[in-house]
């Protein structure tokens, strides 16, 4: 099952569903199904473990902002912890299946992150911590149907319109997605709410390849109910299948 | 003749008894409400002004707009220039910068989970550096702190009692703020409580949070920001006309497209100010005249009723050779003496209560439990030298006018028939 295999999160920790984490590819999907495609996107998430440090770069209105975190990810655990700037060093976070703790050095305070909490905005960025807290499986979450096909970027893209399945509690009703033909990477999507307002808008703008698999190097987040200009995500080092020590997942590792 | 009227009205008691009375006790509703009005008003204004409005207020455009969401990622930026530049060119004015934040007050039980939350709403105030006429005399913080002591290290607050009662916390413990920084992200801070304030405002007291400005600045990544910077008149009292002018040079000189730039609003040109200080004059005019009306029906029907009375008289008067002109003139100023008499004993009457509710004021605590107006739980009179003559009005117009209308009686009348009236 997808659903308990650690999946990779590198902007994902940031934005699981809107990262779109590259798979070693090749292939022609002549003759694909749109659950098919939705299948091969899915397989771009999959590993055991993963440690990666991520840049971010928020295009606020009042100016850009850069913030540095490692992450690590097992199953459906998450820690991170903000490494830059110095205001922000030290602010760590953890997930544990559906629950989500921070903490800040000046607050020192575990601090339970629920309810509307979730919907705000993660260090200022375009990501919330729904986004953060999303396991999307596009596959089991949503029915797709194709559109058509086309370009962008000179590339080969599926475009497809996913609407959530009866029952699964997603936090966009509806996706519209290009995916690449070759990598099979969601390379742009369109994020809408129930009600078929645009909420957000995600595009991978640079790729690249690490052990056989195809990442996005910079990946754009665009929260359309914000005045800012985007959130850069950059994966600036990326690690798989690394033993991660038990203890790293626990609420005492906040306060380490 | 003087003499003559003078006796009428001391030896016919229902000649002076009822007028006086009835003017006296006009006279003295009339101070006391209008005190009473004056000091409700005025209290609105001045605590609006104080904890909220200022005389004047900076901020940038798009705050001004969204203000009630405490947007403080539109917060003004330069602070410490824009104080600088307002300060030179406006020095008869105080210049504070504030910044108010909206979020959920954690506390945290003994094995560091959420024992308690609530929601609050904050002020950060330039309260360990502050200058003379500085927020603690505007706050008047030391009249209303109920425990404890300011804020005088780093990263202390003041929190209302209620909100420290509802919360379970006291003067010692620690409070976490949760709230957003001025980019928009979750900020997390926390306080240590130094002390309990009551400022009588039951909406205000049951949220407030009162921190350093700076505290407020390091929690919400606030630097050299200002949700807003308000301008008090040195002798904190409000004229809209100089003020009104020195808003519209601001926002000349700083107008543009740019949503972040800086605007000036006045007091009474803040939420519905203007429609508020419009009332409160029109309330003083109403009172005024509601009295004058109603003196003038009551005094009118004792002054008919004395003209039946005075028949007697009027018609001796009359076949003496004095003219109905001059009995005319007579009655309107007894009925002056009458209306000032009234009025002095009234209105000093009325000043005496007056004072006493200023000084004491009315609790209205009950009344204000649920209510959402900035309004103090202790509405207070303000005696105001309008309040010394205010009563003069309705006590001596009323009475002249109640006399006057009664008078017209005798002047319809002829001469053959007060004779025959009389029996003459």
């Known amino acids: 099952m997808l659903w308990r295999m650690t999946r990779i999160k590198m902007a994902v920790l940031f934005c699981a569903g809107l990262g779109a984490l590259g798979f070693a590819n090749t292939g022609w999907a002549e003759g694909l199904t749109p659950a098919q495609i939705l299948e091969r996107v899915d397989a771009n998430y999959v590993t055991d473990a993963r440690e990666a440090t991520i840049r971010l770069v ?24 903000y490494i830059a700037p110095a205001r922000e060093r030290g602010t760590k976070m953890l997930k544990l299946g559906d629950r989500l703790w921070m903490y800040t050095p000046s607050g020192d305070r575990v601090i339970a992150i629920s309810g509307h909490l979730l919907r705000r905005s993660m260090a200022g960025s375009d990501i919330s911590y729904e986004d953060f807290m999303e396991d999307v499986v596009f596959s089991e979450a949503y029915d797709a149907v194709l559109e058509g096909e086309g370009e962008r970027d000179g590339r080969g893209v599926y475009v497809l319109r996913l609407v959530a399945k009866d029952g699964v509690d997603v936090a966009y009703h509806m996706r519209r997605i290009q995916v690449d033909k070759e990598t099979f990477l969601p390379v742009a999507q369109r994020l809408y709410a129930r009600g078929g307002r645009l909420l957000k808008s995600s595009h991978i703008a640079e790729t690249f390849q690490v052990d056989g698999r195809w990442y996005p190097r910079r990946l754009r987040i665009q929260d359309h109910m914000q005045d800012g200009e985007g959130t850069d995500v950059i994966v600036e080092k990326i690690e798989f299948d690394v033993e991660i020590p038990r203890s790293r997942f626990s ?3 906040l306060r380490r | 003749m003087i ?19 009835v003017i006296a006790i006009g006279a003295l509703l009339t101070v006391i409400l209008y005190s009473l009005a004056k000091g409700g008003i005025g209290q609105m204004v001045d605590t609006t002004a104080r904890l909220d409005a200022g005389h004047v207020k900076v901020t940038t455009q798009e705050y001004a707009r969204y203000a009630g969401l405490l947007p403080n990622d539109l917060a003004l930026g330069n602070v410490k220039d824009l104080v600088a530049s307002l300060e030179a060119e406006h020095p008869d004015m105080i210049w504070l910068p504030r910044i108010r934040f909206g979020g959920i007050g954690d506390v945290a039980g003994e094995d560091g989970e959420t024992a308690a939350q609530a929601a609050v709403y904050g002020y950060g105030l330039v309260l360990r550096e502050a200058e003379p006429g500085g927020e603690p005399e505007v706050w008047r913080l030391d009249g209303i702190l109920a425990q404890g002591g300011l804020p005088a290290g780093d990263n202390e607050a003041l929190l209302g009692r209620p909100l420290a009662d509802a919360l379970g916390i006291s003067v010692g413990d620690r409070l976490t703020l949760i ?9 997390t801070h926390t306080f240590t409580i130094s002390g309990l304030v009551e400022t009588g405002i039951a909406m205000l007291d049951d949220v407030l949070v009162i921190v350093d400005l700076e505290d407020a600045r390091f929690a919400l990544d606030m630097e050299d920001a200002a949700s807003e910077i308000v301008g008090f008149r ?10 009104d002018a020195a808003a519209e040079r601001f926002n000349a000189r700083h107008a543009g497209d740019d949503p972040l ?19 409160g004059n029109a309330l003083s005019a109403v009172f005024v005249g509601l009295f004058l009306v109603a003196m003038s029906a009551v005094l009118w029907n004792a002054g008919l009723m004395n003209g039946v009375r005075r028949y007697g008289e009027v018609g001796v008067r009359m076949a003496l050779g004095e003219t109905k002109g001059g009995i005319y003139r007579s009655m309107l100023a007894e009925a002056a003496v009458l209306g000032v008499l009234g009025s002095v004993l009234g209105t000093a009457a009325g000043l005496g ?11 209205i605590s009950d009344a204000m439990q649920d209510s959402e107006l900035m309004l103090s739980a202790v509405v207070r009179a303000e ?3 309008v309040s010394f003559y205010i009563g003069f009005l309705p006590g001596v117009f009323a009475s002249v006018l109640g006399t006057a209308c009664a008078g017209i009686g005798i002047l319809r009348r002829n001469t053959a028939q007060l004779f025959r009236e009389n029996e003459l």
């Open chain 2, 3 to 21: 003499k003559f009227l003078a006796k009428g009205l001391v030896r016919d008691r229902s000649r002076s008894t009822l007028p006086l009375i």
């Open chain 1, 58 to 81: 928020i295009h606020g209105r009042r100016g850009t902002r850069e913030i540095v975190s490692r992450s690590w990810v097992e199953d459906d655990k998450a820690f991170s912890e």
């Open chain 1, 251 to 253: 609420r005492a590792a």
């Open chain 2, 179 to 187: 709230s957003s920084t001025l980019h928009g992200a979750m900020a």
């Open chain 2, 234 to 243: 040195r002798s904190m009292r409000y004229r809209h006309g100089p003020l």
């Open chain 2, 353 to 363: 209560i007056s004072y006493w509710l200023q000084v004491h004021g009315i609790d």
């Open chain 2, 383 to 385: 005696v105001t030298p």
């Open chain 2, 261 to 279: 730039s800086p605007q000036m609003t006045t007091l009474a040109d803040q939420g519905q100010m203007a429609a508020t200080l419009a009332l």
